[in-house]
Structures are given as C-alpha cells and as structure tokens.
C-alpha cells in the first residue's frame, strides 16, 4: 500500500513513516514504512505492513486519521492519494448505465411511518427510483413497512440504520440500507454488506475529514474508501453552492465512486438538474438525489420530482 501527502516541511514524512508504522527508528524493517520519493512538498510512503490489510480501522488508524494528525511538529499534512490493498470487497450492485434519480422523504423529523409513507408515494410517483430517509433520522421496522407499502417494487427505499437494530430494519422487510458512515465508523459499511442489500453511504461527517485546515484528506481518497468497503452508493456532493465542494472535487468523486453509482446530492432540484450533469460531465452510473428543492415546487413534490426527471431525459 503506497500514500502520497503534501507535507510542510516534506522532511517530516520520515517521521510520519515512522510514526505510522513501527513508532521507534529501530523497529524491525520488515514493516517499517518508507518515504519513497519527494517532489516538493508530495511525500509518496509505503506501508508493507498494510499490503494485505483489508480491515477499514486499522486502514484509517494507519494511514487517514492516525496519531499523524495528532502532531504538533509539522505545519500541515494532507493525505492526497493511496494505492489501495487488493481483497477490499467494492460495491455488491454496481451502478446501472445512465442516469437516474432519487429523493429524500422531508421533512427529515417529525413524520410519523404512515406519514412518511405518503410523502415516498409521492417521490415514486415523481419518478424517483430510490427513496431515502434524511441522515437525521432514524429508520424503524414500522416506517419500513410503511413505506414499502407506499412505493412499487422495483423502487428501492433505504433505510437509516444508523445507530440502531439493523437486524430488525432488515427482518421488517428492508431492500437498500443507509449508514452514516463516517460517523458510525467506515467499519459499519462492510458489516452491513453482510445482509446482502445496496447500501447508500451518506458522507455527513466526513467534511470535518477533508475541511480539517492545515491537517485534511482529499475527497479522491475518502469516495474511494468508501466505495472499497462496499457502498453502492457513494453520495459525492454537487455543482451547488450549498455544498463546500469545487466543481473538480466533485467530478474527482464521481471518477472515484465507479463502479458503484455517485450520488449528486446538496440543493439539486428540477431548476439545475440539466446543470448538476453538465458540470459533472458525465452521465452513466450517476445519480441525482433531489431534497428540499422538490418539496419548494409550486405544484409539490410528486410534480418537483417529475420535473427533475423530464429535465435530464
């Protein structure tokens, strides 16, 4: 496994290396990381000892959010890059060609199952082929029933299991699973893969990763892990000013989600959903996730969903 940083001073990687693997100079050579090359302030390091790793802690212990970014001896430290270990598991329902459209049912609290029930009929009826809950809240067995109930088959509702039974969501009848990922632990995604349904990872979370000043990670790196561990869908940011992200580092994490779908999300609605694919440039295996802006059209959600679909035919 091999990870470029750009580090000031690039001296300091020798001690990253050491600090990241075998933690005193002496330490046996057999896994001691490796500084090996410097081009300026990019400081590319191997990990021998990660080479069969396929354990998401102990990637993010060792090279993402290790005792590195505890230090106080360097200016700033960004991990751009990793070349990855083979046997990560990736995605168990790579994404379909073209592109689609999904939606959130709103408001994120306060609905009651039956409730929210009939606000996913609406989505679907939209044209919306998947239908999530808000990061904010938890799903329950009931609200997946109701909510299957509401929407045809061949529409995919996934459930929040964030912070609860998982096994019970999944007994009640559950098709697709969402997890905070980043905040649950990155672990979380390959433990649910174990129920054999598409899993969305809601990146809420991982801005503190990439938006962490003189210490951070890049966007590339944190959608591929993501996408490595098992996701389906690796939500990516958009072409909105509501998302924090450069129009390059969206289109970096859509390269990056492949082959599982990238999910454009962050104020996309019908008025810029032409605009959202023409920016990322790319169509196949991307998806538009519609939130507050399908529920503001004058006509209501099911017409705010429709629009957006008929805008990107």
Known sequence: MRAVYEIRPPAWGETLAILQSVSLPEGPEVVRARVVEVDGER??????????????????????????????????????????????????????????????????????????????????AGGAVLVKDDELQRSSPDRVRAIHASIPEHALYAANVTGTDAEAIVEAGARALMVNAFLAGLGSITRLREYGLPIFVHRVGSAFLRRGGPVSVSARVLAELTRLLGADYVQVGSFSPRTFDSDDEVREQIAAARPATAVIGGGVGSENAREQLERAGARDGVMLLLGSAAYAHPSGVRAGVAAAVEAID
Request: overall charge negative.
């Open 43 to 124: 400081v590319t390091i191997d990990f021998p000892a990660l080479d069969d790793e396929t354990s998401a802690e102990q990637l993010l212990a060792a090279c993402i959010a290790g005792e590195w970014a505890d230090r106080g001896d360097f200016e700033s430290c960004r991990l751009m890059e990793v070349e990855w270990p083979e046997g990560l598991p990736g995605p168990a329902f790579p994404a379909q060609p073209g592109v689609s459209v999904g939606a959130i049912v709103k408001p994120a609290l306060g609905l009651s199952p039956a409730e929210a029930g009939a606000v996913a009929t609406q989505l679907a």
